[in-house]
Each structure stands twice: as C-alpha cells, then as structure tokens.
C-alpha cells in the first residue's frame, strides 16, 4: 500500500491526475472506474484541462462508474448519469459507447446487475478505479453491515449517507433510499485501486482505516487493505488524526 499525503485538495487532485495520466500513456485502452462525489471533481477538472492544454486523449478509454441512486431519470440534476456528464464527460474526448454508468431504472434489477458485473468481466477488467470513501467508511454505496455483497446490487442508504447527500438536494426527504452499487468484489478485482480522501470531516474516517489495524465489513473501506495494489491520496485535512 502506498500512501500520499499532499498539502491541499489541488494538489492532492494533481496527483491523481497524474497516476491515471501515466497509466493512460501506457495502455491507450485503459479500462477507468471512476466515483461521483464531491472528491473527485478536482481531478476530474485537472484531467480536463491536460485534455485541453496537452491533448490527453480518451478516445480509446472505457469507463465504469461505481453506483447511481435508483428510480432516479438520469437526466435528474443530481442523478449521477447528469453529475458525470456535467462534471467530466461533456468536456473530454471520450466515446459516449464506452461510458458505462449503473441504470437507475432497469426492467430486471437482478439480471442488470449481474450484467453490470459481466460487462466489466468481457472489458478485461477495470485497470485502475478511483474511490471517494464516506464518513462512515463506505465504498461506492457498500455500506456498513454484518455482511457485504460481492457483485453488483441494489442496496438501501444508511441515515448518515442520505443527511451526508442532503447537502446535494432541496430537502433530506429528496434524497433516494436505494442505489444500485458495485459490490466490495467487483471493486476489488481493479488491478489498481486508488482511494481518495480530503478535508477534516475524513480526518477520523482515516484515522479508523489506517490506525485500528482491523479489517471489518462495519468498516467496508478496511477490505481494501488487502489489495495488493492500493494508493491513499490525502490532503493533510484528512491525514491529520492519523497523522498524529
Ligand atoms: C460516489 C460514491 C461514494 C462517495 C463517498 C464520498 O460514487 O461511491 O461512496 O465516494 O460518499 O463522497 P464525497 O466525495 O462527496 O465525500
């Protein structure tokens, strides 16, 4: 496991742009799985501009994010189909045919999901996913319980995502109760994995995760310390409690 621990948000999100920009360089096709969130739309702005400036191509790249709330229209403003688009999508280069973001609103949910599952399976596999991490220690929308799923799933939000999203919304009662996520298992079959975390409201999410030396699935972040090929990017905000 490495772990960075950068001065500030700008450059903790410099940094990721340039592991996923040299991962780029090395294999045209990169296969990405990219989060929403507040986290990463620095990188995701930094990434923009090397496309712009420098002419970082993501022509060939196929993405998979990790969730979307369900029975939202993802023309919905805070759908995450409308927050990828706005936020990353509609300024790159990218090949709308090779954007994959979880259906809010399937037919079959069940047959979706292992589909979901399946079609990042037949891509080769994601090669370099990008994760936020929730207050609570949550991973995409895998959240804290007595047992975690492996595959794509449809899943209910814990009170604490739904006030933590709230902020995105009119009012808490706007906020989705479900999701569809990718699961710990699909997560950690990534060849590379790269968690995100910045400001102080991480800082004792951090210090659980990197202190308490407990893997645990009320912790679901904690099995990502058994992949053998996991980055932490930090701002010192977030590093602080475990920094001490
Ligand atoms: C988003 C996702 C979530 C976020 C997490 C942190 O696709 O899967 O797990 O990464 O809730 O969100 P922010 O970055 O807003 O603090």
Same mark, same amino acid.
């Given at each position: 496991?490495?772990?960075?621990?950068?001065?500030?948000?700008?450059?903790?999100?410099?940094?990721?742009?340039?592991?996923?920009?040299?991962?780029?360089?090395?294999?045209?096709?990169?296969?990405?799985?990219?989060?929403?969130?507040?986290?990463?739309?620095?990188?995701?702005?930094?990434?923009?501009?090397?496309?712009?400036?420098?002419?970082?191509?993501?022509?060939?790249?196929?993405?998979?994010?990790?969730?979307? *709330? /369900? #029975?939202?229209?993802?023309?919905?403003?805070?759908?995450?189909?409308?927050?990828?688009?706005?936020? +990353? !999508?509609? &300024? @790159?280069?990218?090949?709308?045919?090779?954007?994959?973001?979880?259906?809010?609103?399937?037919?079959?949910?069940?047959?979706?999901?292992?589909?979901?599952?399946?079609?990042?399976?037949?891509?080769?596999?994601?090669?370099?996913?990008?994760?936020?991490?929730?207050?609570?220690?949550?991973?995409?929308?895998?959240?804290?319980?007595?047992?975690? *799923? /492996? #595959?794509?799933?449809?899943?209910?939000?814990?009170?604490?995502?739904?006030?933590?999203?709230?902020? +995105? !919304?009119? &009012? @808490?009662?706007?906020?989705?109760?479900?999701?569809?996520?990718?699961?710990?298992?699909?997560?950690?079959?990534?060849?590379?994995?790269?968690?995100?975390?910045?400001?102080?409201?991480?800082?004792?999410?951090?210090?659980?995760?990197?202190?308490?030396?407990?893997?645990?699935?009320?912790?679901?972040?904690?099995?990502?310390?058994?992949?053998?090929?996991?980055?932490?990017?930090?701002?010192?905000?977030?590093?602080?409690?475990?920094?001490?």
């Amino acid at each position: 496991m490495k772990i960075f621990i950068e001065k500030n948000y700008t450059d903790l999100s410099k940094r990721v742009a340039d592991i996923i920009e040299s991962e780029m360089k090395e294999k045209s096709n990169l296969v990405l799985g990219l989060a929403t969130g507040s986290t990463p739309v620095g990188t995701y702005e930094e990434l923009i501009k090397r496309y712009k400036e420098e002419g970082l191509d993501f022509s060939k790249i196929t993405t998979f994010n990790l969730d979307e *709330y /369900l #029975g939202i229209p993802h023309d919905h403003v805070n759908s995450y189909h409308y927050f990828m688009e706005e936020n +990353f !999508f509609k &300024s @790159i280069n990218i090949d709308n045919d090779k954007i994959n973001i979880p259906n809010g609103n399937p037919e079959n949910v069940e047959e979706y999901c292992k589909a979901y599952d399946k079609k990042i399976e037949n891509q080769g596999g994601i090669d370099i996913q990008i994760l936020g991490i929730g207050e609570n220690g949550h991973i995409a929308f895998n959240e804290p319980d007595d047992k975690l *799923y /492996l #595959g794509t799933h449809v899943t209910d939000l814990t009170e604490s995502t739904i006030k933590a999203n709230s902020r +995105f !919304f009119d &009012s @808490i009662d706007d906020v989705p109760k479900k999701a569809i996520t990718m699961g710990l298992g699909s997560i950690m079959k990534s060849k590379k994995i790269l968690l995100l975390a910045s400001g102080k409201n991480k800082a004792n999410t951090i210090k659980k995760l990197l202190k308490d030396g407990v893997v645990s699935t009320h912790n679901p972040a904690s099995l990502l310390l058994l992949h053998p090929d996991v980055t932490i990017i930090l701002d010192e905000e977030a590093a602080e409690e475990y920094m001490k």
